[in-house]
């Protein structure tokens, strides 16, 4: 597997260092006009640092494109006439359709537009993927590939959107969540590191017991909530002030906001 990132940001970085952690590539080319948040991986065997997109395309089979959806037109086409059929192109850029790169690169390339988010780091991503007529043969390849950095979905490239919103930016939504649970604890007494401390720990414990379980979230918060209890009397006032539907309104404010950058 011959990878190369074109664009090594948050999330390409991210990207770049599952995969190290994973060793799941014979070679890695990663190409920055700015190398800064890679550059502590030149060492590594087999990972080429480097500015030269051209290079990285040229020696490599799987193109990943974590570009800002403004630069990634102009990359595109640079190196447009080095991509062949034999490339797998994928492309995380939020709103930035198939069709824009087959317009660019020709239908007849294999693309696949993945949408994972920074937990990718540390192999706890969520993955969505679609690909265009062609790279349909090649989608087996990218849920390896991604497989090994957390969990991947297939879903069409229309849900693709929504999916940007639930699973990349939820990162930032989760955050936030996990810190208004600290400033509670603070408020409550606790230190500011045993506050984040518990909240964090209550966090991963409520997500394990979900994923493990396989029990809807309603039956944990039953087996919580005693009658006339503190917890019953909690979750009442947030859902009071609004919890579940600010919670809604977010994601789909950012959903409105992810399909104006489509049209832009
Ligand atoms: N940050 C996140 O959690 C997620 C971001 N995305 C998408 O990933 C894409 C990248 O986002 P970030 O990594 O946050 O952006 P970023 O701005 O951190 O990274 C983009 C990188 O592209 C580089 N670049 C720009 N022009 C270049 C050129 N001509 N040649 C080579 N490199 C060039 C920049 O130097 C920069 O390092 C965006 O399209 C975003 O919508 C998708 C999912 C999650
Ligand atoms: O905020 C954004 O637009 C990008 C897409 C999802 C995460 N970051």
């Known amino acids: 597997m011959k990878i190369a990132i074109i664009g090594t940001g948050n999330l390409g970085s991210s990207i770049a260092k599952g995969l190290i952690k994973n060793k799941s590539f014979t070679s890695l080319y990663l190409s920055d006009k700015n190398t800064a948040a890679v550059s502590v991986f030149s060492d590594e065997d087999y990972v080429t640092v480097t500015h030269d997109n051209e290079l990285a395309v040229k020696e490599s089979d799987i193109l990943i494109f974590a570009l800002q959806p403004r630069h990634i037109d102009k990359v595109l086409q640079s190196v447009s006439s080095s991509i062949t059929s034999y490339h797998v192109v994928m492309s995380v850029a939020a709103g930035f359709e198939i069709s824009r790169i087959e317009s660019i690169l020709g239908k007849d390339k ?93 966090c991963y414990g409520a997500a394990s017991l979900l994923k493990e379980s396989g029990r809807h979230p309603e039956a944990e918060i039953d087996r919580v909530t005693t009658p006339s209890g503190c917890t019953i009397e909690g979750l009442n006032e947030m859902e009071h002030q609004g919890l579940s539907s600010s919670l809604i309104k977010g994601i789909t404010a950012s959903f409105e906001k992810i399909n104006q950058i489509k049209k832009s």
């Open 110 to 202: 294999n693309i696949i537009r993945i949408m994972p988010n920074t937990a990718i780091s540390i192999g706890k991503s969520m993955t969505c993927l679609s690909a265009n007529n062609q790279g349909q043969s090649k989608i087996e390849l990218a849920k390896k590939i991604f497989n090994q950095l957390g969990t991947t979905m297939v879903i069409p490239e229309e849900q693709i959107q929504a999916a940007t919103v639930i699973c990349a930016s939820g990162i930032a939504f989760w955050m936030r969540l996990v810190r208004a649970t600290t400033q509670g604890a603070i408020q409550l007494g606790f230190e500011a590191e045993e506050a984040h401390q518990l909240a964090l720990q209550t």
